[in-house]
């Protein structure tokens, strides 16, 4: 359909009825509205509003099965089946889930949405007209956002990841703010499409939000000194790590600063559970 652009929501005319449905027109151009995609039975001369999308034969079909999410509309869409070296499927309310490619997915797949995870999407198209779900973009994300008031400093909050990197992750709250979570106050690098929770640690003067996913320090010291503690349990009671370590191999180790490592090792060390030496911290009662 060259001049009614896929992806949109248009008013189409019944031409005639077919066994697989209907052929619908509007300004000579035509498509065919399958049987599965109408709850009614329609009548010739009949003006009808369909969501247009096109098959995999690149031909035009339409559905009044009208969707949340359509060119130049941007919605949260639901993760339905993810596909390795692909991208992932999300439901945009039709009955054909829409691909959101690879392209506009994080490089490592670890961090891509699993199902039941969402979204932020629009519809565009690929270079051979492809309906695609593409993405928001940080320009429509701060379109969008709302402005966070002061007083929900050290408050709870929540909401979807649209963004990963090594640097960080950037959310939606479920207000609308827009968030961002240093990799130092994470463990773990979110999902994309991920909901999170955690608290803010700082209201900015653009109105943004920099929040942690991680405990307040006393908690965080006692949930660190664990896990210090199991990964001795499982390496003979010794690791190449002390208080004086590169800061780089104590996150690749552990996902936390050194500062927290530190807090948790001087708790451990306090409780007289580890000792270090010679580059080395040691289970008091597995060292030899």
């Given at each position: 359909?060259?001049?009614i652009?896929?992806g949109?929501v248009?008013?189409?005319?019944?031409?005639?009825?077919?066994?697989?449905?209907?052929?619908?027109?509007?300004?000579?151009?035509q498509?065919?509205?399958?049987?599965?995609?109408?709850?009614?039975?329609?009548i010739?001369?009949?003006e009808?509003?369909?969501f247009?999308?096109?098959?995999?034969?690149?031909?035009?079909?339409?559905?009044?099965?009208?969707?949340?999410?359509?060119?130049?509309?941007?919605d949260?869409?639901k993760?339905?089946?993810?596909?390795?070296?692909?991208g992932?499927?999300?439901d945009?309310?039709?009955?054909?889930?829409?691909?959101?490619?690879?392209?506009?997915l994080p490089?490592?797949?670890d961090?891509?949405?699993?199902?039941?995870?969402q979204?932020?999407?629009?519809?565009?198209?690929?270079?051979?007209?492809?309906?695609?779900?593409?993405p928001?973009t940080?320009?429509?994300?701060?379109?969008r956002?709302?402005?966070?008031?002061e007083?929900?400093?050290?408050?709870?909050?929540?909401?979807r990841?649209?963004?990963?990197?090594?640097?960080?992750s950037?959310?939606?709250t479920?207000?609308?703010?827009?968030?961002?979570i240093?990799?130092?106050?994470?463990?773990?690098?979110?999902?994309?499409?991920e909901l999170?929770?955690g608290r803010?640690?700082?209201?900015?003067?653009?109105g943004t939000?920099n929040a942690?996913?991680r405990?307040y320090k006393?908690?965080s010291?006692?949930?660190?000194?664990?896990?210090?503690?199991?990964?001795?349990?499982e390496s003979?009671?010794?690791?190449?790590?002390?208080d004086?370590?590169?800061?780089?191999?104590?996150?690749?180790?552990?996902?936390?600063?050194?500062?927290?490592?530190?807090?948790?090792?001087?708790?451990?060390m306090?409780?007289?559970?580890?000792?270090?030496?010679d580059?080395n911290?040691?289970?008091?009662?597995?060292?030899?």
């Amino acid at each position: 359909m060259n001049n009614i652009p896929i992806g949109t929501v248009q008013t189409m005319t019944v031409l005639r009825h077919i066994d697989t449905g209907y052929v619908l027109e509007k300004n000579n151009e035509q498509a065919l509205l399958h049987h599965n995609e109408t709850e009614k039975g329609l009548i010739r001369g009949e003006e009808v509003c369909v969501f247009l999308y096109s098959d995999k034969s690149g031909r035009s079909v339409a559905s009044t099965k009208l969707p949340h999410v359509q060119m130049g509309n941007y919605d949260w869409a639901k993760v339905m089946d993810v596909v390795p070296g692909l991208g992932v499927f999300v439901d945009i309310g039709t009955a054909k889930d829409m691909l959101v490619s690879l392209d506009d997915l994080p490089v490592f797949e670890d961090v891509w949405p699993n199902k039941g995870d969402q979204l932020l999407v629009t519809l565009g198209q690929d270079k051979k007209g492809r309906l695609l779900a593409i993405p928001a973009t940080e320009d429509v994300i701060f379109s969008r956002m709302e402005w966070a008031p002061e007083n929900i400093y050290n408050q709870p909050t929540s909401g979807r990841i649209y963004k990963t990197s090594a640097e960080g992750s950037a959310f939606i709250t479920e207000e609308d703010y827009r968030g961002f979570i240093h990799h130092t106050e994470r463990k773990t690098e979110p999902r994309l499409g991920e909901l999170i929770s955690g608290r803010v640690i700082e209201v900015k003067e653009d109105g943004t939000i920099n929040a942690s996913l991680r405990p307040y320090k006393k908690q965080s010291r006692i949930e660190d000194a664990d896990a210090i503690l199991a990964y001795l349990e499982e390496s003979e009671g010794v690791i190449a790590l002390t208080d004086k370590s590169d800061p780089e191999d104590i996150r690749g180790t552990f996902g936390i600063s050194k500062a927290a490592f530190k807090r948790a090792l001087g708790k451990l060390m306090k409780d007289g559970k580890v000792e270090q030496k010679d580059g080395n911290t040691y289970l008091k009662d597995a060292k030899g």
